[in-house]
């Protein structure tokens, strides 16, 4: 089996085949990551696929020495922050399950979705820094270059984002034991 | 791992998301058309040698033949050749110098220098004959 790395090279080296695998590995969880970033999900469908695009056109400036995933990540960071600033509406006034893309595409479960929270009650960046931490096993270092931030900016607000989500979940287990 | 991020790593999860065919095919779609920066432009492939010699020979061929024609039809339209009459109102129009005017012009003072002197001399040479009697 072609690893990574292998397709990366052939990616490289010209192959559309080899991009289009290395994109297999890669759509769905950045399309979820999106979905959280972007105002609807033609905004998250369209910024995937401009990521993907720059990625492909790029891939020549991509340096090694990163992890691929950071990388496509930061790209994906800029796309969807690009497009949000194009439609204006901000992920705020997404109130309403109908219009909220993130709320559409969550299973139902018996509590409120931690990520649902999470972008209630943290601001874009310590989000996305949460995001390629808990959902993505990111180190510290990776979530610094994809985000363009210093690891200590990085450490603390992590730090800080686990405190308010800690918080909350409790307030969820205190709310269900209250139900129950 | 701590009970949050077990939380959140299975909340992400339950997010469900699937790339739709229509996605997939514009995906495709935008790749296909796009070749990556900073790589070389596809070679073009190579043709047989007899495709260059084949190509060339009609080339020297048409040439020849345009040429054979050119000919054949300047012959056939081939007139006297004369040459070009001059007008006579070009002659007339011409403006003429008159040099010898404008010499005259220029030597005139010298020359009447030249017979005063000449008048002088005569003038000293009666007088030198006068006074030696002659």
């Known amino acids: ?180 | 791992m701590d009970k949050l991020a077990k939380q959140l790593r299975a909340d992400a999860a339950l997010i469900d998301v699937q790339v739709s065919d229509e996605l997939e095919r514009r995906i495709t779609a935008s790749l296909h058309g796009l070749s990556p920066e900073g790589q070389e432009p596809p070679t073009i492939r190579q043709r047989p040698a007899a495709f260059w010699w084949a190509s060339s020979l009609t080339g020297v061929a048409a040439a020849l033949i345009v040429i054979a024609v050119i000919n054949s039809q300047s012959r056939l339209d081939e007139a006297p050749t004369r040459a070009p009459e001059i007008s006579p109102i070009a002659v007339l129009t011409t403006p003429i110098i008159d040099w010898k005017t404008e010499s005259a012009m220029l030597t005139s003072p010298l020359r009447k220098e030249l017979e005063d002197l000449q008048a002088d001399i005569k003038k000293a040479e009666q007088k030198v004959k006068e006074d030696i009697g002659l």
């Open chain 1, 1 to 180: 089996m072609i690893d990574e790395q292998q397709l990366i090279d052939a990616a490289k080296a010209g192959s559309a085949e080899a991009f289009a695998d290395l994109v297999k590995l890669y759509r769905v969880r950045l399309l979820r990551f999106l979905l959280t970033r972007c105002a609807s999900f033609a905004d998250a469908e369209d910024a995937l696929q401009d990521t993907l695009i720059a990625a492909y056109r790029y891939l020549h400036s991509y340096d090694s020495r990163w992890r691929f995933s950071t990388w496509l990540y930061r790209i994906a960071i800029r796309n969807a922050q690009k497009i949000r600033s194009e439609n204006i509406v901000e992920l705020g006034d997404l109130s309403d399950e109908e219009s909220d893309p993130l709320l559409q595409c969550i299973v139902a479960s018996e509590s409120e979705n931690l990520w649902v929270s999470a972008r209630r009650v943290l601001n874009d960046d310590v989000f996305a820094a949460t995001w390629l931490r808990y959902a993505e096993d990111m180190s510290i270092n990776d979530i610094s270059k994809a985000l363009d931030r210093s690891a200590s900016w990085t450490k603390v607000n992590l730090l800080r984002a686990r405190k308010a989500l800690d918080s909350e979940l409790n307030r969820q287990s205190s709310g269900s034991e209250a139900y129950g």
